[in-house]
């Protein structure tokens, strides 16, 4: 017989326990009512650690455990939907660690009435959605034995109470998706903007997966209106922040993410493909006739993609001309679709009748081009310096041949591109390569894979394996993890066989560094050439901007690369393309320093290959990735003026270093990981949890006064509710370990060593009470987590602790440690609570950790227990290249 006791508040309370090899249930008959106060009064108290030995005792002393764990749960005060610190749940851990040690406390032992009566009290209790908590009840009750018409019943029940989210994770866990009705199920989940809860409702369900997005995709029809809806679902009250969900736009982007995901026909979703396709339809019509960025030959190549046989887009375009262009081309295009009378813009039908016969008809002979442009364009842009003969075409076994004598010569540079049809997001699909351009010496080869039989010759496939595998031959690219992408889609052989990348040099990837390096220019240069100031450039663009003096001309970028023949001034881009890798190599490699690069660039390859192999280890060290588009993302800085760059706002030059500690954040549920990271280094992070909806960042904001870290879709939503540069987009393909040095930098955070670990991992909190270990074994006795017979043990340690001071006393500040220190006479010595209620989590500290750590950190929040290790020195290094260390901290690392 065992005893343990507890004392709390002055009284003395004593609870005896029967140890559970020697008795069985049967014996002893403890009211479960009587345990339930019992555990009530010890939560109410406040002392976990007597809570969790008195149920262990007490479920030993119950005659009928099951029945017995269902009248204390259902008799538990203060259940808090949703909520994980609740005393209900504490008991079902409790009770389910106590299950392990006494396998034959199964349902199987009852009779079958009695089991039946005992599951459908369980149902009752499933209304709290907390995961442990319900798969505690459907674990122990076994539930999913149940009769579907049982669960089925209980399920519609919670739906009649509106008790949609609860309904639906149930439906989930129980496996009853086959026995509900999707619709009923989804449409409330959707319009309370819970999606992803209606996704996993009908994942793993072909038939209901297929219902769900044939139902997004009616909701995309441009007649469709949300009064159907509240006709159909009178019982459904509709907020405004409901109707926010039923946008044609952002239903259409849903519709198109399930279709992936699922894998679901695209000819099921036609109102989908109609608005995508309209949308394409605009952005062609304003990037042509608005900016002036696209060329008319180009357009119309893209606008009978995109209409395709589509009667009312191409009703659309007629009508678009008529707006953006004039109704002299609209009556041409209605001419060419042969719109019906009634279905034409007011004045059109008059202008085809009074159109001449030459100008009945779209287009006609193509205009001649000279390989050598205007002296305007050779002024403006960079241009190929090869003449056209040394340009060509290999569309067959023989012209590859030419082509591999001279490309896979040992030892060479080769310069990598490649070219694919736009599709403006109206298939799903990734496109396969069209054209592939090769810079080798003074010559550009351009491999056809539009010519029939070639792309899916032998030899060509051979060829591309040996060009990348060949180690001797650097291949250079800008951004080519989208031409691998699409190059593994043009050729299955490489999914089946992986493609072996060696030598390859993707500038993309030094791009930022040289951005961030101050380029010593004549102080007279041109202003556009300065790096990342006043200039409208991006990508290789700016890239060869910033080397080579001049941009390229991006007009053929968006051109029908599957088109052919090919326009002459298609092929002088495709070749400029690869061309100036060469030679933008040739001046970095030539003039290193200037550009704050290595003096071997073949070094960085190497890095990145490495790189590469690492990429699926947890501390990966990789690359910087391109930097968001606009300013209103968090990218990299491009000058020094531009540091900390965010919402278009500037900062002064002169703005002083921020310590951690100033940085107050929100980081919205997609960057949790990013919080953990920024917290471990000492910033005010507050993280969102999984259920939260976005807008709660936004009040965060505005209430403490901190930025919003978030990305994807949430940024549009959560930046117009806060201040002007108060929220910051990041890519949510990056490493959390990069994404956080990427907002440190922005914000000119000068991080010290002393940083580290200045906030609990856990709660956020910057207090700490320091407890010596004379005090952490006190403590551990007086909770009955170290037996006295360990003593011995601990006294050999006695003469190491005199060096600790006694309770009450703070011990002196580790060095790695910027907080706020607690005197540890703030903690109550009867409770072991500090002053906010928080009791120390001493069932945490493993009791062989005495023997070899003397100083323990308690959060004086939340009483999470910490103690020095190894994760000290694991951040230290992982963030090396952003810590500012001073020559006495570098010193006092070193000793």
């Known amino acids: 017989m065992c005893c343990v006791s507890s004392s709390t508040e002055g009284q003395q309370h004593t609870f005896h326990w029967t140890e559970m090899n020697n008795t069985t249930p049967e014996t002893v008959g403890l009211d479960p009512v009587v345990l339930r106060d019992q555990l009530f009064m010890l939560w109410n108290q406040k002392d976990l650690q007597t809570l969790h030995l008195a149920a262990l005792q007490g479920f030993s002393k119950l005659s009928e455990p099951l029945e017995a764990l269902l009248t204390i749960l259902e008799g538990c005060p203060g259940r808090q939907k949703g909520r994980s610190h609740t005393l209900g749940h504490h008991v079902l851990f409790e009770f389910q660690t106590w299950m392990k040690e006494l396998p034959q406390v199964t349902l199987s032992s009852l009779s079958e009435q009695q089991a039946l009566a005992l599951q459908r009290r369980a149902l009752n209790l499933l209304i709290d959605i907390q995961a442990s908590f319900v798969d505690g009840l459907i674990n122990i009750y076994q539930l999913n034995s149940l009769d579907p018409a049982i669960l089925v019943l209980y399920i519609m029940n919670l739906m009649s109470l509106r008790c949609y989210k609860e309904a639906a994770v149930l439906s989930v866990k129980l496996k009853l998706q086959k026995d509900l009705n999707m619709e009923e199920m989804c449409v409330p989940l959707i319009l309370q903007n819970k999606l992803p809860l209606a996704e996993s409702f009908v994942t793993g369900h072909n038939h209901l997966e297929q219902q769900l997005v044939t139902l997004l995709d009616s909701w995309c029809h441009a007649y469709f209106s949300v009064d159907e809806i509240s006709r ?85 375009l007629v009508e678009l001309l008529v707006r953006y262009s004039d109704i002299q081309k609209a009556a041409q295009w209605a001419l060419r679709y042969n719109i019906p009378r009634n ?164 500038l993309f990837k030094i791009h930022p560094k040289i951005q961030h390096q101050k380029i010593n220019r004549p102080q007279n240069g041109p202003k556009e050439v300065l790096v990342g100031e006043g200039s409208s450039e991006k990508g290789l663009s700016l890239l060869v901007q910033q080397v080579l003096k001049k941009p390229l001309d991006k007009t053929e970028q968006m051109s029908n690369w599957e088109k052919r023949p090919l326009r002459i001034s298609q092929i002088r881009y495709a070749v400029a393309d690869a061309c100036c890798l060469l030679e933008v190599y040739s001046v970095l490699s030539g003039n290193p320093d200037q550009f704050g690069l290595p003096s071997d660039l073949r070094s960085i390859m190497s890095r990145q290959s490495e790189k590469r192999g690492d990429k699926k280890k947890k501390e990966d060290k990789s690359c910087d990735k391109e930097e968001c588009q606009g300013a209103q993302r968090v990218s990299p800085p491009r000058s020094d003026t531009e540091k900390g760059l965010l919402c278009g706002e500037k900062p002064s030059e002169d703005a002083p270093p921020l310590p951690p500690q100033h940085l107050r954040v929100v980081c919205d549920n997609m960057l949790q990981g990013l919080g953990r990271y920024l917290r471990c280094l000492g910033v005010d992070v507050i993280m969102l949890e999984n259920t939260d909806d976005h807008r709660v960042a936004a009040k965060l904001a505005q209430a403490e006064g901190r930025f919003i870290l978030t990305c994807g879709q949430p940024y549009q939503t959560l930046r117009s509710q806060v201040g002007e540069g108060r929220c ?168």
């Open 343 to 506: 279905r034409l813009p007011c004045g059109v039908w008059e202008t085809q009748q009074d159109l001449p016969p030459d100008l009945r008809h779209i287009g006609g002979s193509a205009q001649t081009e000279d390989w050598i442009p205007s002296q305007s364009h050779c002024q403006k842009f960079y241009q190929v310096p090869l003449t056209k003969d040394k340009v060509h075409f290999v569309d067959s076994p023989a012209a590859l041949q030419r082509c591999r004598n001279i490309v896979l010569k040992e030892g060479g540079v080769v310069g990598v591109d490649m070219e694919w049809q736009p599709t403006f997001g109206c298939i799903r699909a990734t496109q396969r390569v069209a054209l592939i351009q090769l810079a080798a010496l003074d010559q550009v080869f351009l491999l056809d894979l539009c010519v029939a039989g070639f792309c899916q010759h032998p030899g060509t496939v051979s060829f591309i394996r040996s060009l990348f595998s060949d180690r001797s031959i650097i291949k250079l690219g800008y951004g080519m993890s989208g031409d691998i992408k699409c190059l593994l889609a043009t050729w299955q052989q490489l999914l089946e066989e992986p493609l072996k990348m060696e030598g390859v040099l993707d």
């Open 232 to 316: 159909r679902y009178p019982r459904l009250s509709l907020a405004k922040q409901c109707m926010s969900q039923i946008q044609p736009k952002l239903l259409a982007k849903h519709v198109f993410r399930l279709m992936e995901k699922f894998n679901i026909d695209q000819g099921l979703c036609p109102n989908a493909l109609h608005k995508r396709r309209l949308d394409s339809l605009r952005f062609l019509m304003y990037k042509t006739f608005v900016e002036k960025g696209m060329t008319e030959e180009i357009w119309s190549d893209h606008v009978q993609y995109v209409v395709a046989d589509d009667l009312e887009l191409r009703i659309s």
């Open 728 to 895: 910051l987009s990041l890519d949510c393909a990056e490493k959390a370990r990069d994404q956080a040095a990427r907002v440190l930098r922005h914000f000119n955070v000068q991080l010290k060593p002393c940083d580290i670990f200045s906030r609990c991992q856990a709660c956020n909190s910057d207090q700490y009470a320091a407890v010596p270990r004379k005090d952490m074994v006190r403590m551990l006795k007086q909770k009955g987590f170290l037996q006295d017979d360990s003593d011995h043990t601990h006294q050999q340690e006695e003469g190491k602790l005199d060096d600790f001071p006694t309770p009450g006393v703070t011990p002196e500040i580790p060095r790695y440690v910027e907080c706020q220190w607690a005197p540890l006479s703030e903690l109550d010595p009867d409770t072991l609570t500090f002053p906010g209620g928080a009791p120390i989590q001493l069932h945490t500290v493993p009791p062989a950790l005495l023997l070899r750590i003397s100083l323990f950190y308690v959060c004086t929040r939340c009483g999470k227990v910490f103690w020095e290790g190894t994760h000290y020195g694991r951040v230290l290094s992982m963030f090396q290249d952003i810590l500012h260390i001073t020559d006495t901290e570098a010193e006092a690392q070193q000793h």
